[in-house]
Every structure is written in structure tokens, then in C-alpha cells.
């Protein structure tokens, strides 16, 4: 019986071990926008947004792992009831807000193709 409670448990371990190293596998495998949102945080665009914004979790995961690499910039402070300075002082009013070096602005959830038009950066085939 005892011999029998220690199979289970090291097959237990084991799977536990081989979930884990799955998933660091899979995320760091590169995403195939990657180099999209390089490029949108090379152009000089700036994504404002805030952690608890619904919206800016749409955005974030349209990109999946490559949202790592956008200009993102919080606005909100830790306890969600007010906003950074560094937001205020750029006069962001809604999330998400995407500047571009040109200084327009466009607020709520973008599609790739908006981003792409705006930024000049080219979406992946």
C-alpha cells in the first residue's frame, strides 16, 4: 500500500513539473507580433491604459505575449482610485489612449490594422 501512495505522488510531481516547464516553453517562444509591437513602440507611439480597464486587457491580449513590447505607460495608481501624474500631465482622459508622434490620438480598443495605418509599422503576413 505505502509503495503504492508513493507512485501516485511522484506521478503527481511529475506532471506538476512537466505543466511548469511547458508553459515557460510556451512563453518564450517569440509571437508572430512581436516585431509588430516593436515597431509601434520604435514609431514613438505611446499606449496609455490603466490595469483594472477592461478594455486595455482586450488590447493587451490581442497582442498575447507580444504586448510586452508596447509602449505601454499605467495611468492608474495601485489602489485603482486615481490617476498618475504622468497621465494627467498628458491629459489622458480615457483608457486606452494611443498618442502618436504626430500627436493624434485615438481612445478605446483599436483593431491591428488601425495601429498599423497609424504607426506605418507593417502587421505580419
Excluded at 47 to 62: D, E, I, L, R, S
Excluded at 81 to 99: A, F, H, M, R
Aim: aromatic content about 12%.
Amino acid at each position: 500500500m505505502k509503495k503504492g501512495i508513493w507512485i501516485f505522488w511522484g506521478i503527481i510531481i511529475v506532471l506538476i513539473v512537466v505543466g511548469v516547464a511547458s508553459s515557460f516553453l510556451v512563453s518564450a517562444r517569440p509571437n508572430k507580433l512581436d516585431s509588430f509591437a516593436q515597431c509601434i513602440k520604435e514609431s514613438g507611439t505611446i499606449f496609455y491604459g490603466a490595469f483594472w480597464c477592461p478594455h486595455c486587457q482586450a488590447t493587451k491580449a490581442m497582442f498575447g505575449s507580444a504586448a510586452k513590447h508596447l509602449p505601454y505607460v499605467e495611468c492608474s495608481t495601485a489602489d485603482g482610485s486615481g490617476q498618475l501624474p504622468v497621465c494627467e500631465e498628458k491629459g489622458v482622459t480615457s483608457y486606452p489612449t494611443w498618442v502618436f508622434p504626430d500627436g493624434s490620438i485615438l481612445t478605446g480598443e483599436r483593431t491591428l490594422q488601425e495601429l498599423s495605418e497609424k504607426t506605418g509599422c507593417q502587421l505580419p503576413a
